[in-house]
């Protein structure tokens, strides 16, 4: 046992400079993309162009790195080939792209993808066995969500929680998956990124929690209402557009004419300005959560490379300041929790969301958090966004 840690734990802390610095470097290259879309609106109308030549490149080079965190997921489960070094600058360039021309995604995903690429791929050249490699993927959850978010806590919890393999082993993975993930968010703090600042949310009543139980089951079937139409779109054009870059062309499409129809630019990108409002105290109406969902669901389905988590996390948050509005109810803290169970509902991961509204909002609302987040995840399906399967197997690796 000994013996094994002395390899995981140094392996943690490569796990965790490497990713710390990837999640740096994305999240300075999406600030840009963003910035670059705003300020050059017609970009949106290469979407389907951009979106297709990246489907075409992924197809052709990607092999089965383009499973994403399916693949990563399949490989904790059942260690086989591992996951090919490729995955990192792949989904790191297509969510550049995907945001940089308009598309409605996350960053979640990337950062996951590009800590499991960097993880295995090293670990395979470094000759490390593949029991090890696969802890040490674990390792690489923790680091990418922890270091992507600044939530280095929930980011341990994040990866225990959704690792698909036996609680023995995933003790085995604990020390390494600490050490990963505080050092990876140490390294994005040293390299100057800063994450978004959320309020600290204080003066909670226990009136406040009753409400939030009364409203949580809206998260969780939000949740619920996000994977299925996701998946509903990607089955839908799978099996009528049998060619990936045609299937980017339709989605991107779709993402032009549903920005003309609303008017404005909100629903395109993180959508982190809608995140702003919802904490702010505007009221924001009832429709926006859910156009929230319809962009992100038509931009992820049709091929668009890029994560959900933050998408998540504006649906949940603008729903549940919509309601707080409408009702009269706490609107921060129905923000706050909306955001967090929406995010937990659709991963299967309860108790992270708890951990992470607690890195983001302080102690304040913890009953709410527990209390919404427990209630959200009883109503959503026991579909997850991370599910693992069984992935075509590729001999070689890049």
């Known amino acids: 046992m000994l013996r094994r840690q002395a ?34 609106t017609w970009l949106l109308w290469l979407l389907p162009v951009a979106g297709a030549t990246m489907a075409t490149f992924a197809a052709r080079y990607g092999g089965r790195a383009s499973a994403g965190n399916r693949l990563t997921m399949t490989q904790i489960h059942a260690f086989g080939d591992g996951v ?14 995907t945001h940089l021309f308009g598309g409605s995604a996350g960053r979640e995903g990337t950062a996951l993808q590009m800590a499991a690429g960097l993880t295995d791929g090293v670990g395979a050249r470094l000759r490390v066995s593949s029991e090890d490699r696969r802890l040490l993927l674990i390792a690489a959850l923790a680091a990418g969500f922890g270091s992507v978010f600044g939530v280095p806590w929930a980011g341990i919890v994040f990866a225990v929680e959704v690792a698909p393999t036996a609680w023995r082993q995933r003790v085995v993975a604990l020390p390494a998956v600490v050490v990963a993930a505080v050092l990876g968010d140490r390294v994005v703090g040293w390299l100057a990124v800063h994450h978004t600042a959320y309020p600290e949310i204080t003066g909670i009543r226990w009136r406040d929690a009753l409400i939030v139980a009364l409203v949580a089951p809206a998260f969780g079937i939000a949740a619920w209402g996000f994977i299925r139409l996701t998946d509903g779109i990607k089955e839908q054009l799978t099996s009528r557009l049998e060619v990936p870059a045609v299937r980017a062309l339709v989605g991107g499409a779709v993402v032009i004419a549903l920005t003309l129809l609303v008017g404005n630019r909100d629903y395109n990108g993180l959508s982190l300005p809608l995140l702003g409002r919802a904490f ?83 102690w304040g609302p913890v009953v709410p958090l527990i209390v919404g987040c427990g209630i959200a995840r009883l109503c959503s399906s026991g579909r997850t966004l991370y599910a693992h399967e069984t992935v075509p197997v590729e001999a070689e690796l890049l």
């Open 7 to 40: 390899v995981l734990i140094p392996g943690g802390a490569l796990v965790g400079l490497t990713a710390g610095a990837a999640s740096a470097g994305f999240l300075r290259s999406l600030e840009w993309a963003t910035e670059a879309q705003a300020s050059n």
């Open 84 to 97: 090919p070094l490729r995955m990192a600058p792949l989904v790191y360039v297509g969510t550049i792209v």
């Open 280 to 362: 702010g105290l505007v009221d924001i109406g009832l429709g926006v959560w859910a156009l929230k969902l319809l962009f992100t669901a038509v931009t992820v389905g049709s091929g668009y490379a890029g994560g959900e988590v933050t998408p998540l996390f504006v649906i949940g948050a603008t729903l549940g300041a919509a309601v707080a509005h409408a009702t009269g109810g706490p609107v921060l803290v129905l923000a706050a929790v909306g955001m967090m169970a929406t995010f937990g509902s659709a991963v299967n991961a309860s108790t992270a969301c708890v951990v992470m509204g607690i890195e983001l909002f302080g």
